[in-house]
T-cell receptor, first 111, second 112 residues
Framework: KQEVTQIPAALSVPEGENLVLNCSFTDSAIYNLQWFRQDPGKGLTSLLLIQSSQREQTSGRLNASLDKSSGRSTLYIAASQPGDSATYLCAVLDSWGKLQFGAGTQVVVTP | SQTIHQWPATLVQPVGSPLSLECTVEGTSNPNLYWYRQAAGRGLQLLFYSVGIGQISSEVPQNLSASRPQDRQFILSSKKLLLSDSGFYLC???????????FGSGTQLSVL
């Protein structure tokens, strides 16, 4: 059974620092991996989707890498801003076609 | 453009009462539809998904049920709520044949 783990569970950084969020999964047989952002009490917004054949995806200050063989993905957020404060979740589309989510990393960027 | 509407935003219900949460999608046709539940500090748990009208797949045994009476309408129901049904419920959709998921704004359900 696919298990998705996100470490750390919470992270606080001063404004301007780069953020590094980690996601690991136990079964490398995935179709893709997605990173989502969730604001308190709100739904999820998709940030980046990496296909299993890709190594990374970039969007503005966000960069996500994927190492399928080692079961890891990392989300980098450059030059963090207070507006980046949110919970970030990763999810993998497993071999059964089901999206399996991690518990998320809660990020606070202090001014 | 496509939009997803989910309501209500918050709901407080007594144990044993019925439940009906509704989700509708606009601007697309024949979407895949999903219901997820998010418990505090845990990842999202897939409850139901649907690939078409009247086609519902259940992922976990529970006292919840789902229905899809129209192409772009997905309803989550219960005849008698339990305390353990409390949580944040999210509806989502994806275009047929695509894997990107779009979420509604969620319903915070408290069963007392």
């Amino acid at each position: 059974k696919q298990e998705v783990t996100q470490i750390p569970a919470a992270l606080s950084v001063p404004e301007g620092e780069n953020l590094v969020l980690n996601c690991s999964f136990t079964d490398s047989a995935i179709y893709n991996l997605q990173w989502f952002r969730q604001d308190p009490g709100k739904g999820l917004t998709s940030l980046l989707l990496i296909q299993s054949s890709q190594r990374e995806q970039t969007s503005g200050r966000l960069n996500a890498s994927l190492d399928k063989s080692s079961g890891r993905s990392t989300l980098y957020i450059a030059a963090s801003q207070p507006g980046d404060s949110a919970t970030y979740l990763c999810a993998v589309l497993d071999s059964w076609g089901k999206l399996q989510f991690g518990a998320g990393t809660q990020v606070v960027v202090t001014p | 453009s496509q939009t997803i509407h989910q309501w209500p935003a918050t709901l407080v219900q007594p144990v044993g009462s019925p439940l009906s949460l509704e989700c509708t999608v606009e601007g697309t046709s024949n979407p895949n539809l999903y219901w997820y539940r998010q418990a505090a500090g845990r990842g999202l748990q897939l409850l139901f998904y649907s690939v078409g009208i009247g086609q519902i797949s259940s992922e976990v045994p529970q006292n919840l049920s789902a229905s899809r009476p129209q192409d772009r309408q997905f309803i989550l129901s219960s005849k008698k709520l339990l305390l353990s049904d409390s949580g944040f419920y999210l509806c989502a959709w994806s275009p047929r044949g695509q894997e990107k998921l779009f979420f509604g704004s969620g319903t915070q359900l408290s069963v007392l």
